[in-house]
């Protein structure tokens, strides 16, 4: 397993466990981190042992957000030389299910690094806030976007704007978090639900994965054809015959991921 500095991670039954590993500042997001947690799920997204990433927070908090200590002194064109969001652009384009378990403070980096999990289940009493706007910036790394996209126009910009705790019922109630649980079985119930997503076949839940993020950006017929060429290719695989097989037989299909 690779040392990081950052983070910790481990493979605990085909889950690939990357635990946010800087509590004493609230787990804020330095440009390395950023780098380590890309490095992990990459690691993780090609090794034939993980069938679902887990992302975790270590201490009281999931992530309060990008390292303002890092940022204060950056200027424009550093920014744009260091290619700031390279690595997080990268995030999104994991092939296996990234499952987020957050707790605490989600705040800004940390809530970005949060939408791009594919499900978020959070403790009882997490916060979640964009607070950029009172610092003088925006969010960078996907915020203005992903929200909008999943809780629409009129709350985004209230929440962007305001800077404001949003507390875990409210979101989901918008959608955005699948689950909340108390916060000494978060854990549990990740691990629970991961395991559960790992049984699953693994190619179909990977072009599942595919075909849902295509509905995000594209319009519904382009998306449609998508999907069915997904749902095609399938059909190229042992998993589907062994799937319809175990049906037909009336046994418990074993999927093998080809
Ligand atoms: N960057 C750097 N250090 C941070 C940090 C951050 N985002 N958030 C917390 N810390 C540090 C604190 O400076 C403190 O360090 P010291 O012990 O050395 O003083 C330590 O973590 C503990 O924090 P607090 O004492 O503030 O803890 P608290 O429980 O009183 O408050 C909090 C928690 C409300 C989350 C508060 O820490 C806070 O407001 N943090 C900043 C949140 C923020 O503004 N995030 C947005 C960052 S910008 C961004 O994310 C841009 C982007 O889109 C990529």
Not at 88 to 117: M, N, R, S, T, Y
Not at 205 to 218: E, G, L, Q, T, W
Not at 220 to 235: A, C, D, S, V, W
Request: net charge negative.
């Amino acid at each position: 397993m690779t040392a990081y500095k950052f983070i910790e991670t481990s493979v605990d039954q085909q889950i690939g466990v990357i635990e946010l590993n800087r509590p004493k500042q609230l787990n804020s997001l330095n440009r390395n981190m950023v780098g380590e947690i890309l490095e992990a799920m990459q690691s993780f997204d090609r090794n034939d042992e993980v069938r679902v990433i887990l992302l975790v927070g270590k201490g009281k908090a999931f992530s309060a957000g990008a390292d303002i200590d890092e940022m204060a002194e950056a200027d424009s064109m550093s920014l744009e030389l260091l290619n700031q969001f390279a690595d997080w652009d990268q995030i999104p384009l994991i092939k296996k299910p990234v499952i987020g378990a957050v707790h605490g403070f989600v705040f800004g980096g940390g809530f970005e690094l949060a939408l791009c999990c594919d499900v978020l289940l959070a403790a009882d009493g997490t916060e979640f806030s964009f607070p950029e706007v009172t610092l003088g910036v925006m969010p960078g790394a996907g915020g203005t976007q992903r929200l909008t996209k999943l809780v629409g126009r009129a709350k985004a910009i209230e929440w962007l704007w305001t800077g404001e705790r949003i507390q875990a019922n409210e979101l989901q109630k918008h959608g955005v978090i699948n689950r909340i649980v108390s916060p000494e079985l978060l854990r549990e119930e990740a691990l629970r639900f991961s395991n559960k997503i790992a049984s699953m076949p693994p190619l179909a839940i990977r072009m599942i994965k595919d075909s849902v993020n295509k509905a995000v950006d594209y319009p519904l017929y382009e998306g449609m054809q998508y999907e069915r060429k997904n749902f095609y290719l399938l059909f190229s695989s042992e998993d589907q015959k062994e799937g319809m097989k175990a049906f037909v037989e009336k046994r418990k299909p074993v999927y093998k991921g080809k």
